[in-house]
Each structure stands twice: as C-alpha cells, then as structure tokens.
C-alpha cells in the first residue's frame, strides 16, 4: 500500500459523530459529572468548601469526553493527540490528597463516556460514590483532640488533671510541655468517649494552677 492509500484508509475507517449523538454523549457526561458534584459536595469534611473546584471536576469531564470524541473520530487526529497531550504539565499543587482521587475520577469516567462506554461510567460512578460517601461516615481519628492546657506560676498538678478528664476521655497522653517562670503549658493527645462539650473545660479548669484550656479535633493529617 502507497502512503496515500494508508492515509484514505485511516480516514475513511474513522467514527463519524452527527450533532445528535453529540449532544447525547455530551448530556451523559454531564449526568455523570453532576453525580461526582453531589458525591464531593455531600462527603466534604474540610473547613472551607471549594465550589469553584467542585464545578472544575465537571467541566473536566466533559473536556475528557471531548478528548475521547476527538481521537475516536479520526485515527490520524488520535496520533496527533498523543504528542499534543505529551507537552502538557501541570504544576498546580494540590493541597488535599483527597481532591486528587476526584480529579482522576473525573478523567475516568470521562474517558468511559466519551467512548461510548455508558453503562460501564454509571455503574462505576455509583460504585466509586458509595465508596466515598461510606468512607465519609466512618469518624475520623475516633474523636481524637489535642487539648491544650495553660497556667501560671503555680504548677499544675498532673496526676489531679488526669482524674478529672477520665471520665470524658478512652485514653490521654502528653504531646508537648513547656516550663518557664510565670507559664505552663501542656498539650495533651486525648481520644474522647465521645464528642468533647463545655463540662470537660470546667472539670479541667478546676485543676490547681490551670488558667485556661482548648481544644482542637484531629482528623488524619491536617488540624481542625
């Protein structure tokens, strides 16, 4: 075969999408990038929920299945991707690593949808979403509290504080102490019987030498 009969064949063996089936496809993609909305809308647990993030995951979807349609309607458009593809870096850095399994599940289905593989993108979009909404049930860090403990001059009686926060705490260990002539401060890793409230502050508070005390919850490897 001559170079021009290889590029004729490639041309003429290529998908052809009509407006319909277009807007078909582009719907579904958008069915499943609202699924993924709702998943990471319902399952955050962060401080300050980023919806402009949250939109992003959707319109990268589509642009997946926008990828997808390109290099299934024509096979040399398809070589062309590979290098195009090939040159681009990302160097925003991602601060929750839990934002980065949206991201490339939001490639995925994508890549399921603009190739024609409806049934598989629902079926793992619900799979994958039952997975995180039941990961976001289960309690982080099983209530688990760093509580800070300050006083003055007068030094604090340890063994009297570990008596009083018993009754609200499984277990209680001492993080960090510090000494100096007029503070004291003690940061205490505790892990709750259940959710900390006001009545440890006062049992705590009542601890010889103890001027003030807070507390802050503790869930895998961020503070707050």
Request: hydrophobic share 45%; with cysteine; proline share 1%.
């Amino acid at each position: 075969m001559t170079k021009e009969q290889i590029f004729e064949y490639f041309y003429t063996n290529s998908a052809n999408f009509g407006v319909r089936d277009l807007l078909i496809t582009l719907a579904s993609g958008l069915v499943i990038g609202l699924m993924i909305y709702l998943t990471y809308w319902v399952t955050y647990r962060g401080i300050s929920y980023n919806r402009r993030f949250n939109q992003s995951l959707v319109v990268i979807l589509l642009i997946a299945v926008v990828i997808m349609l390109m290099i299934s309607s024509n096979i040399v458009i398809s070589l062309g991707m590979v290098g195009a593809l090939s040159i681009v870096r990302f160097r925003t850095a991602v601060k929750d690593s839990r934002d980065t399994v949206f991201i490339f599940w939001a490639i995925a289905e994508g890549l399921c949808v603009g190739s024609q593989n409806n049934q598989l993108a629902l079926i793992t979009t619900l799979c994958i979403g039952i997975v995180l909404m039941l990961g976001s049930i289960v309690p982080a860090g099983r209530n688990k509290y760093l509580v800070v403990v300050r006083g003055g001059r007068t030094p604090i009686d340890n063994t009297d504080l570990t008596r009083r926060m018993k009754p609200f705490v499984h277990s209680s260990r001492i993080r960090s102490a510090s000494r100096a002539d007029d503070h004291t401060e003690l940061i205490i890793e505790v892990r709750a019987r259940k959710d900390l409230t006001l009545r440890l502050a006062e049992a705590v508070n009542s601890v010889e030498g103890v001027e003030s005390v807070n507390w802050i919850s503790e869930s895998g490897d961020a503070i707050g």
